[in-house]
Structures are given as structure tokens and as C-alpha cells.
């Protein structure tokens, strides 16, 4: 966690039986939901008190990512897989209220390999499962057509709602004649009916599973993280103006955080060796000044507070 002052702050150790690079923070910054057990069961854990209790008690089934959802701070948004299933592969979309009732697979049908996208509004779940689909609370989940926004690709993953709610980042993928294909990062417009690519580039090897798209807070900014683009980096970090479409690549990084108010973003260097020290880069957009933090060994960010 970081303090108001940019300086990671350790919530909890490993010890306690945490899967922490899982773990979400809320948007208050007074509970953390992680991930334990075997099964993997959603636990809340409230950092003034220190108690902690398990929201979804599903032992049929294995939780393995979770989000607030500011819109709708009553519900958390999870995927879960059946217990002897690939718990790296799809998953299901499914909800929990924070007292730990009304447990449900939202989308039965539908799996996601990427973090859905919660909207601002609280009403629509963007989620990856092939192409683009959005589930709208109570009515259901409908595919969002890339094609009437001028699109031509073979995969869509890693949805991102712009703040204002009017745009979606996606990661897109297609075919390539002699390679692995080729990534890109996306906006659509909604209420335009447009799609603007701001950077695309061809996989250098394998496919790329992980990533991220993380919008600052006036919509100005977009950081995105890729796989298999560079040689020497396990993922590659970017940030976009949105308005212009400029890009500006920061080099090997992940998990990219921005400040509340816009003005910065950390983001995860990858360690030298297993629960080792590692640093964090603060960045500036814009000015691309940055500063380096030590964090302590075995931590992850995991927001701001």
C-alpha cells in the first residue's frame, strides 16, 4: 500500500496465509479483500479492527480474482473455476454482496481469461470471452460488435472503462502471415461509435496472456502493460495520452497504480530473486520524471491510501 506521501506502507505479511497479488484494497482504503485457502476462497479483512471473514465459502468452487466495484459498494465482482478444473485457465463471472450473501454466477455460459471492467455507472460488466461482451446488471450479457467500430481482429482481452464511462480500452489481437501475430491497444468510443488504436506491434513469441489497461483519473492518461513486445522484458510498460495518442514506453514493468488525483503513477519493477527487495518507479506523465522506492521483499502494491 502507499501513503498520501507515495511511500509503501506493509499491511500484512505473507504469513498470515494471504495470496496477496490478489489481494484489492477499497476504494475508502479501510478493507482489503484477498484470496486463501484451498479452494481459494474471497476473504474481507477490515485493517482497523483486524478481523477478517470469507465471503463466499464455495467449496465446489476455486475464486481466484475479485474487485470493488465503487458504483455499487455493496457487491464485489469475482471469476471462480470448478474446483478440478485448470485454475489458470477461463473463468466464470460471478458476484458476492460484502456481508456474504447472494452468491451467483452471473454470466453461467460465458468465460473470461482477463479481469472484467466494472463501469462507473453500475449498471454494465465488460468482460473478454473470445470477442467483446457486456453484461448488464439484471438484463444479462449481449457481444459488443468491434466491426461496427472499424475494428479487424481475432481476440479482444483486458476491458477498461474510461472514468467519465463514454470509452472502453481493450487489448486486441490478430493474425500475422510467418509470426505470432500481432497486439494491440485500443479505445472505443461508445457514443461515437469509433475505435481509435493507439499502439500496435507484433508478438515476439508465444501468446500474451497478461496485461493491463489503467485509466488516471481524469481520463487524460491510459497506462498499459504488454507481454512479449520487447526482448528483455517479462512485461512492457506504456502510457498514452489519450488525446493525442502519443506513447510514451517506460520500460519492464507491471501492476501500474495512479495516484487519486491523476498527477502520478507507480508501477512494479520485477525483483532480482524470490522474496528478495525490489524497487517501484513513481512516474510523472507528462514530465516523465520518476523516483525509485524500496519495497520490502514478498510485498505487493496493492493501492493507495
Not at 477461463?90 to 472484467?116: H, I, K, N, R, W
Not at 497506462?223 to 489519450?242: H, M, P
Request: aromatic residues 10%.
Amino acid at each position: 500500500m502507499l501513503d498520501a506521501a507515495g511511500q509503501p506502507a506493509l499491511i500484512t505479511t505473507a504469513a498470515t496465509g494471504l495470496q496477496t497479488s490478489n489481494a484489492a484494497l477499497s476504494p475508502d482504503g479501510s478493507q482489503l479483500l484477498y484470496l486463501t485457502g484451498d479452494p481459494p476462497d474471497i476473504w474481507l479483512l477490515d485493517l482497523g479492527s483486524g478481523v477478517a471473514r470469507n465471503l463466499t465459502k464455495s467449496p465446489d468452487q476455486g475464486e481466484r480474482t475479485m474487485q470493488w466495484w465503487p458504483a455499487r459498494p455493496e457487491t464485489i465482482i469475482f471469476t471462480t473455476v470448478p474446483v478440478g478444473t485448470d485454475s489458470l485457465g477461463p473463468g466464470t463471472l460471478g458476484a458476492v454482496a460484502v456481508d456474504g450473501t447472494g452468491y451467483q454466477l452471473l454470466d453461467p455460459e460465458g468465460e473470461t481469461s482477463s479481469l472484467p471492467a466494472l463501469s462507473p455507472d453500475g449498471v454494465t460488466i465488460a468482460y473478454a470471452s473470445g470477442g467483446m461482451v457486456l453484461y448488464e446488471w439484471g438484463r444479462g450479457a449481449a457481444p459488443l460488435d468491434g466491426a461496427a467500430f472499424g475494428l479487424d481482429f481475432a481476440k479482444a482481452a483486458i476491458p477498461a472503462w474510461s472514468p467519465d464511462g463514454q470509452r472502453l480500452a481493450w487489448r486486441l489481437h490478430g493474425p500475422l502471415p510467418n509470426s505470432d501475430g500481432w497486439g494491440g491497444v485500443t479505445i472505443l468510443d461508445l457514443a461515437a461509435g469509433s475505435g481509435q488504436v493507439l499502439h500496435q506491434y507484433p508478438l515476439l513469441a508465444g501468446s500474451e496472456i497478461y496485461g493491463s489497461n489503467t485509466w488516471s483519473a481524469d481520463g487524460r492518461w491510459l497506462a498499459a502493460t504488454t507481454q512479449a513486445e520487447f526482448s528483455g522484458e517479462k512485461t512492457s510498460l506504456w502510457v498514452f495520452d489519450t488525446q493525442s495518442g502519443a506513447g510514451q514506453h517506460l520500460g519492464s514493468g507491471d501492476h501500474p497504480l495512479w495516484r487519486p488525483d491523476g498527477t502520478a503513477l507507480v508501477y512494479k519493477t520485477w525483483p532480482g530473486g524470490e522474496c528478495a527487495d525490489w524497487e517501484a518507479r513513481l512516474v510523472v506523465p507528462g514530465s516523465w520524471e520518476s523516483w525509485t522506492l524500496i519495497v520490502p521483499g514478498c510485498a505487493h502494491l496493492v493501492g493507495w491510501r
